[in-house]
């Protein structure tokens, strides 16, 4: 063995040992959904193992970073994991990993997997001011060794790791994977999601309470490694990419808002409210304006499983259709004119969510707006502040589908003092109008006017999600 192997040897033992976690999996013997504390260990990658450079196997391509290798480990002895990333200090974006993995209790080793930089919360936010560049995280099988490739096109970067999760078992994690029937379509039915309490989510580690912004539109995402996980070890998943997010990467919480998995099973990810805006860390620069939704599995290597994509298409129905969004749609996201629903890719420097995902990206859109039947799309009330006896408002919305509608204004102090309604049928834009006066035709007097925009389905008395604003009238 080298003198170099040897020192990596040892660094990589004192590291393990100075982690202080134990390999011993953590085994929850209730069948009753609780948190579940991961296994932590965080390797050391301090220099270019010449001689595993040379012996290791081929990767499958040169990286986009311009193919210097910065970091290269010897094939480990590890504790197990199921989930493993490379983070490093700073912020950089141009490095990646090549990483391949050994199946637990043998001598099988994988080939390599690619492990793209993940710009995840906005820049000059708290939540990135403690981040950790990293890469996307690799979901395996049952791990106990692994061999890391680290390349970038500039100077390598410092505090080099690559940390292992071991998420831990629960009784539980079988009783969770059974989605109850598919509810019925249309933006109003809301589709099964299992909470976080359902994966064991350990509420301990989140870093800090939720912020919310603006829904405009989604990103799609996929997660990266193996595509043959159970329905069992799903929820073990979602615990590792938690506390791979958390802990290694210095987040405040899981990045993605809601995840899906390849028998169309979706979970509830970042903590805040699935019918808000929560702010997730999936794509930076477009956090406070998107929600983030990842497939479970790599679909740059397999095709998406249609279960999977007809949930995807589901919740973006709903959750697009809960803040009148398009999915069809163009519209102003990040400061740039592009679809409502988007991949990982159209927001940054990478595959994500794969080949065959993205390529299913325009039938996914149009099936969310066919899903979504009837809606209110973009609402907006102008100009939401009047002088006293210069006028009125008017609310202007499209509709789709066959729509009842009801535009209500009224204040606290004077009751109703508009109320109008009608129906509309197809794809059409809706102008009301408020003259600013009473109904008896006097001025309104200066205060706060709430506008309630409310429908339903006139075929099937479904209630569309309402809107509401309010016009200020000044003295």
Known sequence: MSSLRRALSRLTTAALTASLITVVPVVDTSATPKPVPAQRASIAIPAVDRAALKGAPRVPSVGTSGDDVVGMTAPLDTQGFRVAGVTWSGDRTDVEAFVRTRDAGTDRWTGWSLLESEAGPDAG?????????????????????????????GARPGDLQVDLVDPGTSDADADVGSTPPATAQGVQAKPWVHSRASWGADESIRRDEPEYGEVRGAVVHHTAGTNAYTEEEVPQILRGIYDFHVNGRGWNDIGYNVLVDKWGQLWEGRAGGLDKAVIGAHTRGFNDETFGISAMGDYDRAAAPQRMVSSIERF????????????????????????????????????????????????????????????????????????????????????????????????????????RSSTRSGDTDLTVTWKGRMPDGEWAPPGEYQVLLSGKDTKTGAWIPSWRDTITVTG
């Open 316 to 419: 973006l129905a709903w959750k697009l259709g809960k803040h009148h969004i398009d999915p069809a749609a163009m519209g102003t996201i990040n400061g740039t004119w592009r679809p409502t629903v988007i991949g990982h890719r159209d927001g940054g420097e990478t595959a994500c969510p794969g080949q065959y995902l993205y390529a299913k990206l325009p039938e996914i859109r149009t099936d969310a707006k066919e899903r979504q039947g009837s809606a209110f799309y973009k609402p907006r009330t102008t100009p939401r502040t009047v002088p006293y006896a210069s006028g009125g408002s008017a609310l202007t919305v499209k509709t789709a589908g066959e729509v009842t509608w009801r535009v209500r204004i009224s204040s606290e102090e004077h009751g109703m003092v508009s109320d």
């Open 125 to 153: 936010t708290a939540e990135a001011a403690n981040a950790r560049g990293g890469t996307q995280p690799l979901i395996t099988g049952e791990s106990d060794g692994i061999q890391v490739r680290v390349e970038s096109g």
